[in-house]
């Protein structure tokens, strides 16, 4: 892991021309040991721990004397390797090309009865004798959203001082721009302004004739002003003591209170009285109610049962008095005896 003083290897280029020249130019034999010179190997790789046994052992000189011989013992093996995955000059045969090679850095694991399993950890460019690494995508991401960012507060910062408000037009993002007067329309305009100038005599009259006017029409009386402030004088007069409302408002804005004025309730108290008074006066007296005059029952042509139970029903004689029948009274009907 790089630490805060060395670079990132993604943001790195490699190059050695004196190496490139010692081995005879960047070729397809070549591309991986000029690899091998840069800061992005890997000294722990497969790669390195075959270099070095053909070091001392001139058996496998030959693994390491062409790219497909040492591609193809790689593949025998299990771990992190460095493998062309691109080869420009496709195989050797194009010898003068200006591609690009690619190399991947990646780990081998072995699957009894089936094919290898390849986890890609990351891609490197050869061009020419320049050595790049590829960034995450991560990198790529967070680069393009960063540079996104920046360009919006940019124009944010720009486009803030653009509007411009006005009444009429409200907002708008460029300044108003006056209308072009023609010149045949300045001259006209010119022509008639000059034509209709007076003369400095006409003009001296003109101002006193429209003073002389002015004056008289502010000594004429204004009939329809006089009329009504007279009618307003009228209305304050008769309806001055008189309230829209039975109940009035009192108190200061923010406070008003409901209450009813002594005048108002001194009023309604009075024509209480006046109409009681004039209810009393109009009542005429009533006659004096006659007494009822009874009914007699009238007992002839009832059957004789009918009458002996009409005199069983008499009141029964109080012992001592003789059994003497007391005399009826007569009524008096009209004031007569």
């Known amino acids: 892991m790089a630490t805060g003083e060395e670079p990132l290897l993604d943001e790195i280029q490699w190059r050695s021309p004196q ?52 591609e193809g013992r790689l593949r025998t093996m299990a771990g992190l390797e ?132 002015l004056s008289e ?12 402030l007279a009618d307003s004088f009228r209305l304050s007069t008769t309806y001055g003591a008189e309230y829209m409302d039975e109940n009035p408002l009192v108190g200061e804005p923010g406070s008003f209170i409901l209450q009813k004025s002594r005048e108002a309730a001194a009023q309604v108290q009075a024509q209480s009285q006046a109409a009681v008074k004039s209810a009393v006066v109009a009542k005429p007296s009533a006659p004096p109610t006659p007494a009822p005059i009874p009914v007699p029952i009238k007992t002839e042509g009832l059957p004789a049962e009918v009458r002996k139970g009409k005199a069983g029903e008499k009141t029964p004689v109080t012992p001592g008095t003789g059994g003497k029948k007391r005399k009826k009274s007569k009524v008096v009907v009209g004031g007569e005896k």
Do not use: C
């Open 19 to 70: 190496i490139a020249q010692g081995m005879g130019g960047i070729h397809t034999n070549t591309v991986l040991p000029y690899f091998y010179e840069s800061p992005y190997y890997d000294r722990t790789s497969n790669n390195a721990i075959l270099s070095s046994q053909a070091l001392y052992n001139p058996s496998m000189f030959h693994i390491v004397a062409t790219r497909e011989a040492f």
């Open 82 to 213: 460095f493998m062309v995955t691109h080869d420009p000059s496709n195989g050797g045969q194009n010898i003068n090309n200006s591609g690009v090679w690619v190399i991947r850095k990646q780990n081998r694991r072995k699957r009894p009865g089936q094919d290898d399993e390849i986890t890609s950890l990351s891609l490197y460019f050869v061009v020419g004798e320049s050595v790049y690494m590829a960034p995450s995508v991560g990198n790529i991401l967070g680069g393009r959203l960063l540079s996104t960012v920046t360009s919006l507060t940019k124009f944010l910062a720009t486009a803030s001082s653009l509007p411009i408000f006005t009444p009429s037009l409200g907002y708008t993002y460029l300044p108003p721009v006056a209308k072009a007067v023609s010149t045949a329309t300045s001259l006209q305009t010119t022509q008639a302004s000059k034509e209709s100038t007076p003369l400095p005599d006409t003009q001296l009259t003109l101002k006193s004739s429209k003073a002389s006017h």
């Open 217 to 228: 029409k502010a000594s004429l009386p204004n009939d329809h002003s006089t009329g009504l």
